[in-house]
Structures are given as C-alpha cells and as structure tokens.
C-alpha cells in the first residue's frame, strides 16, 4: 500500500507517507494502515492532509444573532467562509465550530473572503437543506453596501445586466456577450467628496458579480485588487480591505414560517460612522 500511495500522492514527499502509516494516519475500514499493509485493489483508504501554514487573520467574528436553528454572524474581511485551498483553520466555519462547540455547523451560503458582513450557517444538520435551498432559489433579499468612486454622469439609481463566467481555476469571474446571467441594482446613498456610499441589491449570485458590475460603471470598489486589474496583494497584508459589505438578509423562515431580518452591525473604514469597524 505503501508503494501505491506515493504512485497515486506524488505530491506528498515518499518519507511523509511512511511518516503517516507509522503514525496510525491512513486507515481503512478496519482500522490504521502498517507500514508494510498490503496493497488491496478496489479498497479504501482515508487520511487528513497536513494543514498548510496560515497566516492568522487579527480580526473576531461577531455574533448577531443564535438560535437553536441558525447563527447568523458578521465575518470579517480577509477570513474565508469555509475551508478550502490554503485557509483551513483561519475560516469562519472553523472558528465558530471550536469557539460555540458546534461541530455540525454548517453555512447556507458563503461570501468570499475579502468580503465583510453577514453570513448565515445551520445550527442542526437536518434543516440545512431547507436553508441552504432557500438561497440557491433566490428567495433570500440581501444588500450589500460599498464605497467606491463617484461620477457626476453617471445616473442612479440603475439596474446592470450582464452574462457574467468564472472557470475553474481562472481566478477572476469575465463578462461576456450573450444572455445576461447576472442582475444588480445600483443606489448612490451619499457622496463625500470624490467617493459615494452605495446600496446594491444583486438579484443574482454570481461570482464576484458585484465587483464586476461596479467595475464596468467605471466606479471599481476601493480596495478591490481584482477588478479592473489583478494586483497580487500577500496573505498577510491587511492593510487595504475591500470596501465592500454585506449589510441585510431578509426571507421567510422556510421552518417556522416567520419573516426574519438580520442587520449587520459592521461599517466599511472607508466611511465612518456609529458602530464597530468591519475593516
């Protein structure tokens, strides 16, 4: 078995493999794997991977609202949703489950990881189907706030439209001819100065679909490093946060049947104002 899983895991340096057999850390369905296990066709093994090392993102989670069904938390820029690639440990997933000894936590929806604001996750397993449908059909009304540039000649408030694609593996989302995919309204709510406070209602999910639209007005998110143009920013940097906030989400409670409406309780830096700093 050995022999195998260096063939199939050339990623994984061969010493390590032998590291984690010696270890108990390779089983299969009766139990650790020894180093000398033989290899059997058509059977299954399972192993943790060695977590990356993360940089730890110097920002709290905070708690808006629980109850034996759901959580709904303002997450902080910079701190993802869900494990996934280099960000295992520092994820608002993770946290919660250790910090409220959850461990069958799980979100309904996500936001990206430069992205503040609220984030909803299912308390008991067996509802987080209901939940997690009611995003994916659109029945849940969110706003988003963010502080970009501001145009004289540009008229708000406007509804954008656009066929919106992100491949797999391609960092950033693209917009292209065709029927359009991705639908937001747009809303100047103030203006100081060179920049506006904007509310944005997307009506679609789509990838990075807010950063995109704003973009293509010609007024991009202060401290978007995406859009218009790709800038390589370090994990470790937090010096420049991406304007941009989940503010509401509003739906009827798919299990009791009641109108729910959560505030975050975050402000963007970019505009001061009563409350917490989201970054």
């Not at 946290?95 to 979100?107: A, G, N, V």
């Not at 659109?138 to 708000?156: G, S």
């Not at 001061?272 to 700093?277: D, H, K, L, T, W």
Request: hydrophobic share 35%; net charge neutral; proline share 9%.
């Amino acid at each position: 078995m050995r022999e195998h899983l260096v063939e199939r895991l050339p990623r994984v340096e061969p010493g390590r493999i032998e590291e984690m057999l010696r270890e108990e850390r390779i089983v299969g369905l009766d139990g650790p794997l020894a180093v000398d296990a033989p290899f059997v066709p058509a059977s299954f093994v399972w192993f943790h991977r060695d977590l990356p090392e993360e940089v730890p993102v110097p920002f709290e989670i905070g708690i808006v609202h629980r109850d034996e069904d759901l959580l709904v938390v303002d997450k902080p820029h910079f701190l993802a949703t869900i494990p996934r690639g280099r960000h295992v440990l520092e994820t608002a997933l993770v946290r919660l489950r250790h910090r409220l000894d959850l461990p069958q936590l799980s979100p309904a929806h996500r936001l990206d990881r430069v992205t503040a604001g609220l984030v909803l996750f299912v308390v008991r397993p067996e509802l987080r189907g209901r939940y997690q449908t009611m995003f994916r059909d659109r029945r849940v009304r969110k706003t988003y706030e963010a502080v970009a540039p501001y145009r004289p000649d540009l008229e708000l408030p406007c509804t954008v439209r656009s066929r919106i694609v992100k491949e797999r593996g391609v960092i950033r989302a693209y917009e292209v001819p065709g029927e359009p995919n991705a639908e937001t309204r747009v809303e100047l709510l103030e203006r100081r100065g060179g920049h506006g406070r904007y509310r944005l209602h997307p009506h679609t999910g789509r990838t990075h679909q807010l950063r995109l639209h704003l973009a293509g007005l010609g007024i991009p998110i202060v401290g978007d490093d995406f859009y218009p143009d790709l800038h390589e920013t370090p994990l470790d940097d937090f010096s420049s946060p991406l304007q941009l906030l989940a503010r509401t989400l509003e739906f009827t409670d798919p299990v009791s049947g009641t109108e729910r409406r959560f505030d975050s309780r975050l402000r963007l830096r970019s505009w001061p104002e009563n409350g917490p700093v989201g970054g």
